[in-house]
């Protein structure tokens, strides 16, 4: 079996519990992480909740099998824009953890038609008043509805 590479862009509250959980599940996979913050990648660093950290979004995206969008809407907009001109992995899922979907599906539906991804909307019903990586909780998405998107 060939070892996966998953991408985790923002390492707050959702993208550090996703983290978690899929260390947790799949110690196996080598998990990547980007955040803009210093203190959020250090700490998700030092509990081996990520493999490898950046402040550079397109560092890692290459080398991905799956990517999560863990960060604001807009930002997440605009992420999918920069994955648009990147070399990435044939047929790489990306995701997102938005909590509103037109304009996001709209941004996949723009920048990454003809591409070889799989762009899959998601939102996760889950979340607390905490925030950062510090917050993160392996059990956040536990009983919780995940709620994909399929276009």
């Known amino acids: 079996m060939t070892k996966k590479t998953i991408y985790i862009a ?37 509990e081996g909740m990520i493999d490898q950290a950046t402040d550079d979004f397109a560092s890692f995206a290459p080398l991905a099998d799956v990517i999560i969008l863990a960060v604001p809407i807009q930002q997440t907009i605009a992420f999918i824009e920069e994955l648009s001109h990147l070399k990435l992995k044939e047929q790489v899922i990306i995701s997102d953890a938005g909590s509103t979907k037109a304009a996001i599906v709209e941004a996949g539906d723009t920048y990454l038609a003809g591409k070889s991804v ?10 607390s008043h905490k925030t950062g990586a510090v917050a993160a ?5 536990e009983n919780a509805y995940y ?5």
């Open 118 to 127: 799989r762009f899959v909307g998601a939102h996760p019903m889950a979340g």
């Open 10 to 46: 923002g390492l707050g509250l959702i993208g550090a519990s996703m983290a978690l959980g899929i260390r947790r599940d799949h110690p196996e996979y080598e998990i990547l992480g980007y955040n803009r913050g210093q203190a959020s990648r250090d700490f998700a660093l030092k």
């Open 137 to 141: 909780d392996v059990n956040l998405f």
């Open 147 to 151: 709620i994909f998107y399929s276009f």
